[in-house]
């Protein structure tokens, strides 16, 4: 007959990394992606993410996810963020996001020729109503469609800081 005894450090191990895995992944109240058409975003399509914001006395940190294949042109992408608040007002920023340094390594994680990148485009930001947030991307590249994009999508952490 075979006993078979699970190491004690085995099992501490798991446990330490089921918590942190679960201890960041706390603060994320938003994480949405939107696939891209086979791969060729034309400026007409504007993915758009809506989520809640129920606490409105701590900050946030709102990010801009792209992945893109290894054959994108460009080492960067211009973006219209565009954010709607519960009231219906509409605020439109121009971003810049780098894809890459200056020698042309991509940022981010990539997995073959896959490239996944998380761009903050606010740090500390408020919400000033409880409420439904509407945030929409337009890419602004002269390239109309835009090939080697697969994704885009919007990430909102709260950052556990009180409003001053």
């Known amino acids: 007959m075979v006993i078979n005894r699970t190491h004690p450090l085995l099992l501490i191990a ?20 939107e696939e891209i058409k086979n791969y060729v975003w034309d400026s007409k399509v504007k993915p758009s993410f809506t989520f809640e914001v129920k606490d409105t006395t701590v900050l946030y940190n709102i990010y801009i996810n792209v992945r893109h294949v290894d054959y994108y042109q460009f080492n960067n992408i211009w973006l219209n963020v ?30 073959g020729d896959i490239w996944d990148y998380r761009h903050m485009i606010q740090q500390g930001a408020y919400f000033s109503k409880p409420g439904s947030y509407t945030f929409s991307l337009e890419h602004l590249m002269r390239k109309d469609p835009l090939p080697g994009i697969m994704s885009v ?7 556990g800081v009180g409003r001053k």
């Open 14 to 33: 798991c446990l330490i990394g089921t918590l942190l895995n679960f201890g960041c992944q706390t603060n994320m109240i938003y994480d949405d992606n």
């Open 82 to 111: 565009s954010a709607t608040f519960p009231d219906g007002a509409t605020q439109v920023n121009r971003v810049e996001i780098p894809l890459s340094d200056e020698q042309g390594k991509w940022h981010g994680e990539g997995l």
């Open 153 to 159: 999508g919007l990430r909102v952490e709260n950052t």
